[in-house]
């Protein structure tokens, strides 16, 4: 298993700043994902974070929009840049731990963002 | 392209009863793994269940099974003796046994377990 620690848990942001959000996992993972759940609607995979090297984007989402940052098999951020109100969601990190049942996602919290 | 569907937005059961929860899905591979995952009110989602498509017998978890029907591409889930804890958003998911855990995921349904 993984237990994953995501910071902030909850912000509201002023269009057009930036704001980045931890992960913070308690055991090395080779796979960390970055989703965004939209109020209402269904969990949509945004990249897959990669460690030493650029993250892999989804169709719809580019790196310019999203920069994420996976130092260490830990570690990952992503940032949402130059926010406008259609941000406003929650972003959810997640591994899948080597020795986990085959395809078993491990989830943290969450962090909701309210952009005005 | 793989969908999952969930048509109920919204379920309401009472507590100890039994509910079922709908999905299907729309694939033209044959080795997949469908899951359900639940997120409660907290919003970490954990595992509930999974299922490997080349297996026919149902999985069972306890008071969750599921009743997995491949040709009519359905994965329906039973909760058993329904607990207030049992109150959650539970998604259906899909991914392809090809190991790359591009999830698919439902819109989710919202159930209410009522005391």
């Known amino acids: 298993s993984a237990v994953i620690s995501q910071k902030p848990s909850r912000d509201i942001c002023q269009r057009g700043t930036s704001l980045t959000i931890q992960c913070q996992v308690d055991?090395?993972?080779?796979?960390m994902f970055w989703y965004r759940q939209q109020p209402g609607q269904s969990l949509t995979l945004i990249a897959t974070a990669n460690q030493g090297s650029e993250a892999t984007y989804e169709s719809g989402f580019v790196i310019d929009k999203f920069p994420i940052s996976r130092p260490n098999l830990t570690f990952s951020t992503l940032t949402v840049s130059n926010m406008s109100p259609e941000d406003s969601s929650i972003y959810l990190c997640s591994v899948a731990p080597s020795g986990a049942v085959t395809g078993e996602l491990f989830f943290g919290e969450g962090s909701r963002l309210t952009v005005l | 392209a793989q969908t999952v569907t969930q048509s109920q937005p919204e379920m309401s059961v009472q507590e100890a009863e039994t509910v079922t929860l709908s999905c299907t899905y729309d694939?033209?591979?044959?080795?997949?793994?469908l899951f359900w995952y639940k997120q409660p009110p907290s919003r970490q989602m954990i595992l509930v269940i999974r299922?490997?498509?080349?297996?026919?017998q149902n999985a069972t978890e306890n008071r969750f099974s599921v009743n997995f029907q491949k040709a009519a591409k359905s994965f329906s889930l039973k909760i058993s003796d329904s607990q207030l804890g049992d109150t959650a958003m539970y998604f259906c998911?899909?991914?392809?046994?090809?190991?790359?855990?591009?999830?698919?995921f439902g819109t989710g349904t919202r159930l209410k377990v009522l005391a």
């Open positions: 055991s090395q993972v080779t796979m």
């Open positions: 694939t033209s591979e044959s080795n997949y793994y």
């Open positions: 998911a899909f991914i392809l046994a090809s190991g790359t855990y591009k999830y698919i």
């Open positions: 299922q490997e498509a080349y297996k026919q």
